[in-house]
Antibody
């Protein structure tokens, strides 16, 4: 069974860079029919699509966040990562990583990791 | 950008009720719409993809349909474990969510 696990600091200071990694187990990230994505959810609010990455490195970001985020993939470690520079309190959220299927749906999700931006 | 408008944002229903949630897309560019269920403190769970295909393991009381740019999630007979928040998703957008609570 495919599993995804987010790791990273739970507390980030304003203006610093938020960095998260998603480790995939039970399957290969080098699938030619799947993308790998990040979604976030501020406390008490709805889901926000951040972006997706293909194992070969191509990316697609939410236009509203495009200038602020970057994603990368490390196939040797079966991991993909997210960076959000210059964070503010508005970036406080639960961050999920997930697998996107060929129908654009996210069919496997990590448990989520809470990231708080605060000094 | 696609905007997804879900309605209602909140509904109160009883066990056994038939429940319908609607998601309207601002543009009709894809039939690839998904529905998710999220319980408090948990990751979303995929229920339906490609508008009407039931994800493996999801009870058959859940169904989805499409008419033009309007998509519908129906729960034919609401069960106690169905009280949760439901989201639609298409491409890089999620709907605002529908919270289903016990009447």
């Amino acid at each position: 069974q495919l599993q995804l696990q987010e790791t990273g600091p739970g507390l980030v200071k304003p203006s610093e860079t938020l960095s998260l990694t998603c480790t995939v187990s039970g399957g290969s990230i080098s699938s030619n029919i799947h993308y790998w994505g990040w979604i976030r959810q501020p406390p008490g609010k709805g889901l926000e699509y951040i972006g997706i990455i293909y194992y070969a490195g191509s990316t697609s970001y939410n236009p509203s966040l495009k200038s602020r985020v970057s994603m990368s993939v490390d196939t040797s470690k079966n991991q993909f990562s997210l960076k959000v520079p210059s964070v503010t309190a508005a970036d406080t959220a639960v961050y999920y990583c997930a697998r996107q299927s060929s129908s654009d749906a996210f069919d496997f999700w990590g448990q989520g990791t809470m990231v708080t931006v605060s000094s | 950008d696609i905007q997804l408008t879900q309605s209602p944002s909140f509904l109160s229903a009883s066990v056994g009720d038939r429940v319908t949630i609607t998601c309207r897309a601002s543009q009709g560019i894809s039939s690839y719409l998904a529905w998710y269920q999220q319980k408090t403190g948990k990751a979303p769970k995929l229920l339906i993809y490609a508008a009407s295909t039931l994800q493996s393991g999801v009870p058959s009381r859940f169904s989805g349909s499409k008419s033009g740019t309007e998509f519908t999630l129906t729960i034919s007979s609401l069960q106690p474990e169905d009280f949760a928040t439901y989201y639609c998703q298409q491409l890089n957008s999620f709907g605002g969510g529908t919270k289903v609570e016990i009447k």
